[in-house]
């Protein structure tokens, strides 16, 4: 049987060290290189050319979102798959619609990323039970929605419980524009209350 190849980029040390042991433990998988970032790996990665790259978000220099293109263009029967704290919609979709196979976040256990790494290798599309269910609600939702896709975005956060200084960390955006959102959000759906705009919402199948 022929040993699948994998490139892991990840920035934090120990992970990486982590993730390369646990995986060369596992018959028929062998990880032929690892980097701290994406800018590194493609430098090298034609050379390295993985059958499957476990890829975070968040690296230093280019992130790991943008990096997919590249790779794709240089590795394109490889499979990359986001190993990610990140599971918002907009970076689950982003890494999907860049040419992500799978999306795997960070606390799921190693069999989950085993796994994921088989699936991929045979046509699949792995992902997280929390990510396929935002995927799945997704497609859920009311398609006639007044709200733009980074209102409706913010609005679930928001009904997560998340403050708009969390929301703007994890969307990468400032506090300022979090709250231009909210308001523009409580426009669209005539209501002046954080529990009302969930309530409306919800009731027309907008979050």
């Known amino acids: 049987m022929k040993n699948t190849s994998i490139v892991i980029i990840e920035d934090d040390e120990v992970l990486r060290c982590a993730y390369?042991?646990?995986i060369n433990d596992v018959d028929g998988f062998y990880v032929v290189n690892s980097y701290p970032s994406a800018d590194e790996a493609l430098k090298k990665v034609v050379e390295?050319?993985?059958d499957v790259i476990l890829l975070d978000i968040q690296l230093p220099g280019t992130n790991g979102i943008d990096a997919i293109p590249g790779i794709k263009k240089k590795l394109p029967r490889c499979h990359i798959i986001m190993l990610t704290v990140y599971e918002s919609e907009e970076q689950v979709f982003n890494a999907l619609s860049h040419g992500a196979s799978g999306y795997?976040?960070?606390n799921s256990p190693i069999t989950k990323i085993i796994d994921s790494i088989k699936e991929v290798s045979e046509g699949g599309g792995p992902m997280s039970t929390n990510v396929a269910r935002m995927v799945i609600k997704s497609f859920q939702k009311n398609q006639e929605s007044p709200l733009?896709?980074?209102e409706t975005q913010i609005l679930?956060?928001?009904s997560e419980g998340k403050s708009r200084s969390q929301i703007a960390n994890e969307l990468f955006i400032d506090w300022e524009t979090v709250k231009t959102h909210i308001k523009n959000v409580y426009m669209k759906l005539d209501v002046?209350?954080?529990a009302d705009?969930?309530?409306a919402a919800r009731k027309d199948k907008l979050i």
């Open 197 to 199: 705009a969930i309530k």
């Open 192 to 194: 002046n209350s954080k």
């Open 20 to 22: 390369t042991t646990l």
């Open 104 to 106: 795997i976040t960070k």
């Open 148 to 150: 733009s896709k980074r």
């Open 156 to 158: 679930e956060l928001v």
């Open 48 to 50: 390295d050319s993985p």
